[in-house]
């Protein structure tokens, strides 16, 4: 007869091969899907292991029984800095174990830190490689500073002590900046693509700022893994204004330290930085002025002497000029008196004859304006009026005025007719008409 088996005993039948087949622990690499403490102290994990493509390749339930919890993850912490939390590498130490109603798992006994670190230490070099190969690696270093990095685009959580401690100091600084914060998500899943989103919000504005400023508070390393993205990296390199960076790290740089134009420890650094390159440049423009001052004593001294032997030359030129202009002008005052005399005398005599000739020649002038003049008044006599009316004509003047002709003459009109020994005074009958 087959022999048939309940599950219950089937599963403690295949416990009890799993536990003479795996009777030793075993150190596993695996990576951290889920990480879940429970109330009762244990924590319960999922592990995995991925191929080419992130493809999944393996999965195993896991879990640390409160007893090792507590210490292991104390332990991991402090080596690490960080918790243990999901998508974390590890190198564990586990025992096979089958229960039959939970099925098969993973008993994790230790965790070996070191290989954790080395694993994000691999991870960073491998984005920066990635970086170098793409050209973008030094692009954001090699950028000019700003000679003076006053107007600031922060990315920050608004309500973050890190981004407090930077504007306290700032502003004790004594120096005057100004601020824009764009706010974002600086820790946890979230936070690359937050940051990134405050970049490009950055980009549309970018010739109102001189740098970027990345800061954010101290914290646990896996808090920071954003600052190990390659997508986040790669924008920071590219982006054409200076990134100073100050996200808290205390233990290792991350690939934003190294592609950042400047990196600092944390933001009360950054804003230390930012006052250390105003003093800088406070101290650069006073010795360049004191320079200035110097330059241009010293010039004002070299040409206050050069016109000092410019005046003195020009003194003695001068007063040898005007000497020999003063002799020169006497000469010519006694040549100028002697010609004006002789012209003077030779003047006299030729107006004295010309005032005779013009003595002569109005004589004659005189004489014959008058022999024109007696000429013309015989001729008016000849035409005047009075001497027609001698002759026996007659002039007829109506209304004052000498009437040439009969035609228009109203009837009744009053006509003056003057003869040579009298006044008529006549009424005209009809109409003045026209001859036909």
Known sequence: MRRSYGLYEFNALIRDRLEDAFPETYWVRAEIAECKPNSSGHCYLELIEKGSGDRLTARMRAVIWANVWFPLSLQFEQATGSPLMAGQKILAEVSVGFHELYGLSLTITDIDPDYTLGEWALRRREILRRLEEDGVLEMNRELPEPLLPQRLAVISSEKAAGYEDFVHQLSSGGYAFYLKLFPAIVQGNQAEESILAALDRILEHVDLFDMVVLIRGGGASADLSCFDSYELCSALAQFPLPVLVGVGHERDKSVADVVAHVSVKTPTAAAAWLIDRMAARQEDLEACSARLEASVREVHRRLDRQWQLVAERCRRVTDT??????????????????????????????????????????????????????????????????????????MTLYQGRLLRSAKGLPKGSVLETRLADGILISKTVEDGKENL
């Open 321 to 394: 000029f005007c000497q020999g202009q003063r002799l020169k002008l006497q000469a010519s005052q006694l040549r100028l008196r002697q010609k004006t005399e002789a012209g003077l005398a030779d003047g006299g005599r030729r107006l004295d004859m010309i005032q005779e000739i013009l003595k002569r020649q109005s004589r004659q002038l005189l004489m014959q304006a008058q022999h024109r003049l007696d000429l013309a008044e015989k001729d008016i006599e000849a035409v005047s009026p009075r001497r027609q009316l001698e002759r026996g004509y007659s």
